[in-house]
Every structure is written in C-alpha cells, then in structure tokens.
C-alpha cells in the first residue's frame, strides 16, 4: 500500500482534551476521529489494528468452541424489564422511542436477549452445554467518558454466555473461557492480571477481571508476588490487628490546636506522627450521618463503606451536617462528646491504637491520649480502609504489592439470575424442569487496542506489537529523485507482499526525516530503509522497538522482515 494513497492524517500536537497516552497516540496518528464525547470513528490504519484485535478474539473463541451470532443493538425495552434491569441501569442506559411510542434501548450488555434466544431454542439437557458470543457495539451513557476508547459510550465488546445443566458444567464453562482470555490477551501482548472480583469471598473464582497494568487505570489492585492472589483494592480484605494487652494508659488531655488545618499541620504541632491519629470522617448515608474512623496514614475506601451499610445513596456529610453533629467546624470531629447519637464505626487499626489523638468535636482542639473502652466505644468494629503496598497477602500473608490497572475482561458464573428471571430451563433426564446454570463472559475489544498502546509506546509513538499492527512492514525511500532508490524500494514491496506481509511504501515527495517521524508515530514494527547505498544492493533495516540499525543487503532485509513476522505468530 502506498502511504500517498492512504486515508490518513498525522498530527505533531498533542489534542488537548487528551489525558492518557493511548487517547493522544491514536488522536496523533490518525487512527480515529471523535464525533462525540465518548463516541469515535475508526479511520482505515486504526480500524486496520482494530480488526487484528478482534479476530484475536474470533479465532480464539471460535477454537473454545463458543458458537458466533449477532444480535440487535436497538432492543425493546420488554427485554430487559423481566430482569428488573430496565430500571436498575438508570441514566446509563440509552432510551428511545419509535414512532409509535414504543420504547427501546440500545443494549448496553446482553445477558437478557441471550437467555431468551436459548429459552426459546432449547428443550432438552442432551443440547446443553452451549456458549454462544457475540462481538457488537455496545452503548452505555457514561458519567465520564473520557481516556478515549477506554470509557467511551460507544464501544465493542465481545460479550459471550454459556448455559449449563448443573454447577459442575458452568465450572468447565468458566475455565474454558478464562483460558481463551489468557490467550487472546497473550496473543495481544499484554501484561496483566487476573484479579479477583469476588465480593469478600476469599480465593473464590465466582468472578474474575483481567487487568492490564497501566498507572493511568482507573482500578487500584493489590496482588500478592509470592502467590497468585490479585484483587481489586476494595475487595482484598485487611486483616484484624491485635491490640496491645500491657500498655499504659495515660490521661486524655484536652489540647488547643489553633490554625491547624491538615493531618501535616496538626502532626507537626503535636510532634507526632499519622500513625498516632484516628481521622474521624462523617457521611450521609442514606439519610443518616455516620462517623468512619480510620488511622491517620489511611484512606477510607468508599466502596467498602457502602457495602457494609448496602448503601444506595452515600456522600461525605455537608459542612452544616458537620456543624450540627459535632458542634465544631469542620476538621475537628471525633467520637468523644459529638452533640448527637451517630453511628461511629472504626477500622480494625483504629481498634488497636492506644492514646491516640482525635478531634475533639470543638473547634481548635483535639483530644491526645484517646483510649478505646475508658473515653469512647465504637458501635462497629470493621474492615473500611483500602488495602496498600506491604499489608499481608490473604492467602499465604506475605506482603501484597499495589499496582493500577485496566480492566479489558471479566468473566462471570452468574448461575441462574437470569433463567430463573426469564424461564430459561431445559428437561432433565426425567422430564423435570430446571433452570439453566449460567455464565458470562465480556472482553472490551476497543479498550484492548487502547490498553496494547498504553503498554507499547515511546516518545515518538505507538510500538505496535507484530499481532496488531496495521501494517507489519514499511518501506521508506529516502528520496523520490534518485531511480535507484525508487526501483529497490518497489522491488522490496511488492517481494514481502508477493510473500503473504503486509507492507506500506512511503512514496511521499517528503524529507526522509518527516517520513521516518511519521513511520515511528504510527508505530509500523519493521521499517527497511532505501536510501545512498541503493546503488550497492544495500538497505537499513529497523525494528520500531529496538534502535538498532543493520545495514544489509535487500534480499536479507526481505528475509529478516518475514522471519520476523513468522516469530511473532508463535
Ligand atoms: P467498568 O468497571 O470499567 O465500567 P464494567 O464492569 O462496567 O467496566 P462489564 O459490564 O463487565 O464492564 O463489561 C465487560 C467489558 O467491557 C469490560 O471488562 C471492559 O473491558 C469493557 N467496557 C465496559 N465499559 C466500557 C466503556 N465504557 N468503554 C469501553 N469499554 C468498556
Ligand atoms: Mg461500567
């Protein structure tokens, strides 16, 4: 293909609404336009990378043995009202109506419609198991679309759903489908993680998310090194702390703290340190005001909080709120002498602190030499932090480590919410009815092409890896003038495309330096260059990802370049 034909702009200026490398690099090289917030077009080079993803995907669904069809985006609102989730996807979901009235949305996730699909199809235990996909635009109006493709409100999803007769069969579902992950993931290049999303259930496998390590993902995880437990940082349990048993207790003192605003500001005051303070926040949740007290090197993981109170509605409590249960301003709440009965609960490390230093509920004083039992005592002693780097793994206790993540995958045994919900069952082998034991599988297709740049990039662009890119191979003549140059580049084309490659030749009347500029943005893995030495039978050859560059004859160019792209196949 000839870069002078392609349909492709280029772009040396980073878009400014871009925050994320991916975002930039795909705006920069052209891959994409943007219609909307949170809705893209792909141009013919990032549709090119895209298909290559996609037909990852495919080939290695297709090899598990998951069957493809394609369902409707536009669905009749019915579908998903059987399941409750009509009302329960709220403001995410896009609605419409057609002429008549008749309301519709666009699907934003398909459990529904495949479980009707098979409802209707299947009878008998002798047609099950069977795990069908589909790779389809989905529409979810997000919040924050942003990070591109990443959190967009168009985007594709492979999204796959098998059915079962009993849990045994959803358990080989499961591992079949999470294999082909690893696969399609490996296949891609990425480095990530499999993380557990199980809600508390420790080592569970009931549901799983692929991350990809990335410091822009919007998942903190803690993972342990030593053994493979992985889960997202509101999920990974922290332990009990055991509280001293022989230490002395010492009066609480009442201690003026003017002007002191931060936990920096107050430590350096008192000379001491965080770990010395218990943090007293207050919530609304759900109407009522609550007092969550963590150590004062913590952060309360909101996540945690809200499950333990199975909140719907959960914001950190107004200054008036503060006011009024605490009877000070802001920045000096604590769970001795609060001016109304609240809740007050406190983490496990809190429970284990001994004269400590706490706000004293009046304004410019705290309260030094606190002690659980003599001056206050928790309603709830609980697990609200989030987990950090060094606290001991759940599953061998070794120290867990913290990374950030992109979640591509997640994998779900669903059992049967979804058959029960729409009368999905099959006949046993004594004609009885039972529901279908359910599982789903969903893979980000556009975010993957997103999460491969944000793991192969430089400063001068995308490093696509050999699976992905759009074109394998580039041919860049130094100039258009000298015949030689432009014979042996055309002869090297047309002999790695005559072999099976997928090559593009710069015949651009461009300076070599905008030419190579441009081949390193876009990120083409191989690029042969043509230039002086045209008349010596000799080449540069460069890979995008090293900075080698090996001069060589054509013919060896040619070689290297095919052995390069079979490699990359194994
Ligand atoms: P997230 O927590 O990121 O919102 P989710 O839990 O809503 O994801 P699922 O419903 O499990 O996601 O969807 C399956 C997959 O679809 C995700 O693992 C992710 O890769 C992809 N995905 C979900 N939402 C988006 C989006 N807004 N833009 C692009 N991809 C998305
Ligand atoms: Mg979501």
Request: glycine share 8%; with cysteine.
């Amino acid at each position: 293909m000839r870069v002078s034909k392609l349909f492709m702009s280029t772009q040396r200026e980073v878009p400014s609404d871009a925050e994320i490398v991916s975002h930039q690099l795909m705006l920069r090289a052209g891959l994409m336009r943007k219609a909307a917030a949170g809705i893209y077009s792909y141009m013919p080079m990032g549709y090119r990378a895209y298909r290559k993803v996609e037909a990852i995907v495919r080939e290695e669904m297709d090899r598990a043995g998951a069957q493809e069809l394609i369902m409707p985006a536009v669905l009749p609102a019915e579908t998903y009202m059987a399941s409750g989730r009509w009302e329960k996807f709220g403001p995410e979901m896009f609605r419409l109506k057609d002429r008549g009235g008749r309301q519709f949305c666009l699907g934003p996730t398909h459990e529904e419609p495949f479980t009707e699909a098979v409802r209707d199809t299947i009878r008998s235990y002798r047609n099950l198991p069977v795990t069908l996909y589909q790779i389809q635009h989905k529409y979810r109006d997000e919040k924050r679309p942003r990070f591109g493709v990443v959190r967009s409100r168009e985007f594709v999803m492979k999204d796959a759903y098998s059915f079962d007769v009993d849990e045994a069969g959803l358990d080989k579902s499961y591992l079949n489908m999470k294999e082909a992950y690893c696969k399609i993931f490996d296949r891609c290049d990425l480095d990530y993680i499999l993380v557990d999303a199980d809600s508390g259930a420790m080592g569970g496998s009931g549901s799983q998310e692929f991350m990809v390590k990335s410091a822009v993902g919007e998942d903190a995880i803690a993972y342990c090194p030593a053994c493979d437990y992985a889960a997202n940082e509101e999920k990974a349990p922290c332990p009990k702390v055991e509280a001293p048993k022989d230490f002395e207790m010492l009066p609480m003192e009442k201690i003026e703290t003017p002007h002191v605003k931060t936990i920096e500001e107050l430590m350096e005051f008192m000379h001491s340190e965080p770990t010395a303070f218990a943090k007293t926040i207050l919530y609304n949740i759900d109407g009522k005001i609550v007092a969550v007290m963590v150590r004062g090197d913590r952060e309360i993981n909101e996540t945690k909080l809200g499950n333990l109170f199975d909140a719907t509605e959960m914001n950190l409590a107004s200054f008036e709120e503060v006011e009024r249960v605490t009877g000070a301003a802001v920045g000096f709440a604590g769970p001795c002498g609060l001016k109304e009965k609240i809740e007050v609960i406190a983490d496990y490390e809190v429970a284990a602190m001994t004269n400590f230093i706490v706000g004293a509920n009046e304004t410019d004083f705290h309260f030094k030499n606190v002690n659980i039992g003599r001056d206050f005592t928790p309603d709830r002693i609980v697990d609200v932090r989030g987990a950090v780097e060094g606290d001991p793994c759940p599953k061998c206790g070794k120290p867990m480590s913290m990374c950030r993540g992109i979640e591509v995958g997640h994998i779900f045994k669903l059992g049967t919410k979804y058959s029960d919900a729409l009368h999905c069952v099959y006949l046993d082998k004594d004609g009885k009815e039972n529901s279908m034991i359910m599982g789903c599988y969903g893979i980000g297709v556009s975010r993957t092409l997103a999460a491969i740049i944000e793991q192969h990039y430089d400063e001068n662009g995308i490093i696509w890896p050999m699976s992905v890119a759009p074109y394998q191979v580039i041919v860049v003549p130094t100039t258009s003038q000298d015949e030689a140059v432009v014979k042996m580049a055309g002869e090297i084309h047309d002999a790695l495309e005559k072999a099976g490659a997928e090559v593009l030749i710069d015949d651009r009347e461009e300076r070599a330096g905008v030419k190579f500029k441009d081949a390193d943005l876009i990120g083409i893995p191989v690029r042969i260059t043509v230039g002086r030495k045209a008349a010596e039978g000799k080449v540069e050859y460069k890979l995008r990802a090293g900075s080698e560059v090996v001069e060589m004859t054509a013919e060896e160019a040619i070689a290297a370049a095919l052995k390069e792209i079979e490699t990359a196949k194994k």
